[in-house]
């Protein structure tokens, strides 16, 4: 089992940046490939970025690509999210999502992660 916290959401005007982190619990995070997802009101879940069990390799949503960073310190068993250049589209829930233990590889299905934080809210004013 690992827990997943997340935090940095809040409210910014477009154009803005904001910093989401995820906390995990457990000794196995660095075997793990986490993911970060949105939803948004009225939509479904949507996938945002994934990134392997070593930080080495990752892959955007075309609609954060350039603009989302993702990152990881498995000394601190957290990863990063870094919003820049925000829209009033890219207000959602976001969540933190990890893979089962030694599954490294990132993939973009939701039903690939068991594990979920509760979620931070980013709101962009236009």
């Known amino acids: 089992q690992v827990q997943l916290v997340e935090s940095g959401g809040g409210l910014v005007q477009a154009g803005g940046s904001l910093r989401l982190s995820c906390a995990a619990s457990?000794?196995?995070?660095?075997?793990?490939?986490m993911g970060w997802f949105r939803r948004a009101p009225g939509e479904e879940r949507e996938f945002v970025v994934g990134i392997s069990y070593s930080g080495d390799s990752t892959y955007y949503a075309d609609s954060v690509k350039g603009r989302f960073t993702i990152s990881r310190d498995n000394a601190k068993n957290t990863v990063y999210l870094q919003m820049n250049s925000l829209k009033p589209e890219d207000t959602a829930v976001y969540y933190c999502?990890?893979?089962?233990?030694?599954?490294?590889?990132?993939?973009?299905?939701?039903?690939?992660?068991?594990?979920w934080g509760q979620g931070t809210q980013v709101t962009v004013s236009s």
């Open positions: 457990g000794r196995t995070f660095n075997s793990r490939a």
């Open positions: 999502a990890a893979k089962r233990a030694y599954d490294r590889g990132y993939t973009n299905s939701a039903s690939d992660y068991p594990y």
